[in-house]
């Protein structure tokens, strides 16, 4: 006899294990974050940033899944310690342009360590990390397709 209530037992969700992954990786993040002064979404900006080293504030939301409300105010406490410049476009005075001071470039070597102190307690080879990683993004895609 089979469960009527089968597809929405906890085990059975997708969505479950993935909400305690991103939790508990994220809180794993924190004590080598704490050594550079950044949050775990702060880090995600600079990882950004680090790559790009200049960019709008709406080409980085996009970029992040990040609105405004959300990026605003993490813009201006990076701005405040000094990693980041905020300063309107030239071309559109609507658009608010972000870019790395040095302090903010120096931070890079300093977050060399983060990755590998994480490797160390996610506990995945290279290849299944990749793979993880690949799956993640087709998840990410698909649901981003279906709106």
């Known amino acids: 006899m089979s469960d009527k209530y089968e597809s929405i ?34 880090y995600v900006v600079m990882m950004y940033l680090w790559e790009k080293e200049h960019c709008s504030v709406r080409e980085m939301g996009e970029a992040l899944l990040l609105d405004p409300s959300t990026l605003t105010p993490l813009l201006k406490k990076l701005e405040a310690k000094g990693y980041i410049t ?13 870019g790395l001071t040095e302090t903010g470039s120096a931070l890079k070597d300093k977050a060399l360590s983060v990755p590998e102190q994480m490797k160390c307690c996610i506990g995945l080879t290279p290849e299944e990390g990749r793979q993880l990683g690949e799956l993640i993004m087709k998840i990410l895609t698909n649901i981003e397709n279906s709106n």
């Open 86 to 98: 905020r300063t309107r476009s030239e071309t559109d005075e609507r658009s608010l342009d972000i």
């Open 9 to 42: 037992r906890l085990r059975n969700q997708l969505c479950f294990p993935l909400y305690l992954c991103a939790k508990e990786v994220t809180r794993r993040y924190a004590p080598f974050l704490d050594e550079l002064d950044l949050t775990y979404t702060q």
